[in-house]
């Protein structure tokens, strides 16, 4: 059994800890989303523990009542844990503390990050090139992985290139918005650091992965844009797939097999763009960043 005395002592750490994330959100030294950004990237911090009345009331100008108001539109129980929201509580509330003005007087940071994904074939690739080219402005996510770099291939521009350690560490420390092994040899995986600095400076972000991957970012980060990539048909996706000669009879039997369950993924993102003509699509996924 603890100590009663370092029970307390614990307690009374954790409650001046408390103290100081709410001092610091009061005088405007650290904005509330990024305190809240914390809260759900680690439950184990102090910003986690937060009770949701507590953490409102600490933002100048919102008393007891104007709290009671906010939480019963966003409905999140005053005594909720803000590290303990569910998936629906965080994205109402990440758009709540995005809306409203922050210490400048603007409002909070309102990047997003835009995740493309899309059964086999259907042309991803193809257009995030497109909107590297009409779009150079764009940002995009840089993966992470343990393989060795290929001729031509720049740290930090096509990957960054880690060792099984560095990755192992990322993943171990919550810096991994998702990852996976490919082929059963290396493994690939989307930091969180890059792309949390990019929507904290308000910039949006495109992240192009497979629905597995999609699947672990939307887990991850529920204010993630979830963006489906359709054929115009399926027998036009099966054109393209035995057209290119990039793989065997046998491969391409797998995953026409694979984009057939693939396709039920769509009902799990936010948005779907049909993908028959590559500039069109490729400025309704660039659209998607502007959008309020």
């Known amino acids: 059994m603890r100590d009663p005395r370092e029970a307390s002592a614990i307690a009374v750490a954790n409650r001046r800890a408390r103290a100081a994330v709410k001092a610091s959100i009061a005088d405007g030294s650290v904005e509330p989303l990024s305190v809240a950004r914390t809260a759900w990237d680690d439950e184990t911090s102090v910003e986690a523990t937060l009770r949701m009345n507590e953490f409102l009331e ?18 999140i129980h005053p005594r909720k844990r ?25 409002t909070e940071a309102t990047g997003k990050l835009i995740v493309v994904a899309g059964p086999t074939a259907v042309g991803k690739g193809t257009v995030v090139a497109r909107i590297r080219e009409l779009h ?3 940002r995009f996510s840089v993966s992470a992985t343990t393989r ?7 740290d930090g521009v096509h990957y960054f290139f ?3 350690e560095e990755f192992d560490n990322l993943v171990e420390t919550n810096q991994m918005l998702e990852w996976a092994v490919v082929h059963g040899q290396n493994r690939y ?11 904290d400076a308000g910039e949006s972000i495109i992240l192009e992965i497979d629905i597995q991957g999609a699947r672990q970012v939307k887990a991850a980060m529920p204010e993630a844009v979830l963006v489906f990539l359709l054929p115009p048909t399926w027998d036009e996706l099966v054109r393209r797939l035995t057209t290119r000669g990039t793989e065997s009879a046998e ?33 309704a996924v660039v659209s998607l960043m502007s959008i309020a």
């Open 82 to 106: 803000l590290g303990f929201l569910g998936v629906r509580q965080i994205e109402t509330l990440g758009e709540w503390l995005r809306q409203r003005p922050n210490s400048n007087g603007s």
């Open 162 to 164: 880690v060792s099984n």
């Open 148 to 154: 060795q770099p290929r001729p031509g291939e720049i």
């Open 136 to 138: 150079p402005e764009v």
């Open 189 to 199: 995986g989307t930091p969180r650091k890059p792309i949390q600095e990019a929507l």
């Open 58 to 75: 600490s933002i100048r100008g919102i008393g007891p009542t104007k709290v009671e108001r906010i939480l019963d539109e966003l409905k």
């Open 251 to 283: 491969e391409q039997a797998r995953r026409l097999e694979t984009a057939k369950v693939e396709f039920e993924a769509q009902y799990e993102f936010d948005e779907t763009i049909v993908n028959d003509d590559v500039d069109t699509a490729a400025e």
